[in-house]
T-cell receptor, first 112, second 113 residues
Framework: EAGVAQSPRYKIIEKRQSVAFWCNPI?????LYWYQQILGQGPKLLIQ????????DSQLPKDRFSAERLKGVDSTLKIQPAKLEDSAVYLC??????????FGSGTRLTVV | SQQGEEDPQALSIQEGENATMNCSYK?????LQWYRQNSGRGLVHLIL?????REKHSGRLRVTLDTSKKSSSLLITASRAADTASYFC?????????????FGEGTQLTVNP
């Protein structure tokens, strides 16, 4: 089966600019996650979708971050405006049966 | 908040030696998973151990789980230079919002040739 696709692979922006990341999960996986991984740390959950509905966004900085999953398939994560501390790798994952999580390769964001 | 804490934060060994990494967590879990991450790359799933299991093997990997102590260990035997990476434990727990993985901060393993 195809993996979780993410784009872009890398992004460099200036602070206060906006940026968007895209994720295409594995076909049929109802649950989709966005994680933020700052250099030297473990991934931290930002938001969790079940189909096209948000089930947990308690760790999402909603003043600047937003995410949507239209039609319960692809998802986009947006940051507007970006801050220096948003520099991180943004990982998308989807979950199937038998506790199987599959992660995408991530988008490395650098805010300068 | 992070569920797990990993120990040590960094480990440097010689090729052929065994590497042991430990993970502790705080709440009840469905299963615990270990992942590897090479620098700048995505997460690779290594092994999953369910809450009712105590030990599991996969190739050169051996994972133990002690739910009474809320701890797990990952043993890599006969290490190779290619094993150099960051290793993360992640707990899978079912909460009010469904299942999600919560990661520790990781152990950076360096295997010297």
């Amino acid at each position: 089966e195809a993996g979780v696709a993410q784009s872009p692979r890398y992004k460099i922006i200036e602070k206060r600019q906006s940026v968007a990341f895209w994720c295409n999960p594995i076909s049929g996986h109802a649950t989709l996650y966005w994680y933020q991984q700052i250099l030297g740390q473990g991934p931290k959950l930002l938001i969790q979708f079940q189909n096209n509905g948000v089930v947990d966004d308690s760790q999402l900085p909603k003043d600047r971050f937003s995410a949507e999953r239209l039609k319960g398939v692809d998802s986009t994560l947006k940051i507007q405006p970006a801050k220096l501390e948003d520099s991180a790798v943004y990982l998308c994952a989807s979950r199937g049966a038998n506790y199987g999580y599959t992660f995408g390769s991530g988008t490395r964001l650098t805010v300068v | 908040s992070q569920q797990g804490e990993e120990d040590p934060q960094a480990l440097s060994i010689q090729e052929g030696e065994n590497a042991t990494m430990n993970c502790s967590y705080k709440t009840s879990i469905n299963n615990l998973q270990w992942y590897r991450q090479n620098s700048g790359r995505g997460l690779v799933h290594l092994i999953l151990i369910r809450s009712n299991e105590r030990e599991k093997h996969s190739g050169r990997l051996r994972v133990t789980l002690d739910t009474s102590k809320k701890s797990s260990s990952l043993l890599i035997t006969a290490s190779r230079a290619a094993d150099t990476a960051s290793y993360f434990c992640a707990t899978d727990a079912f909460g009010t919002s469904g299942s999600r993985l919560t990661f520790g901060e990781g152990t950076q393993l360096t295997v010297n040739p």
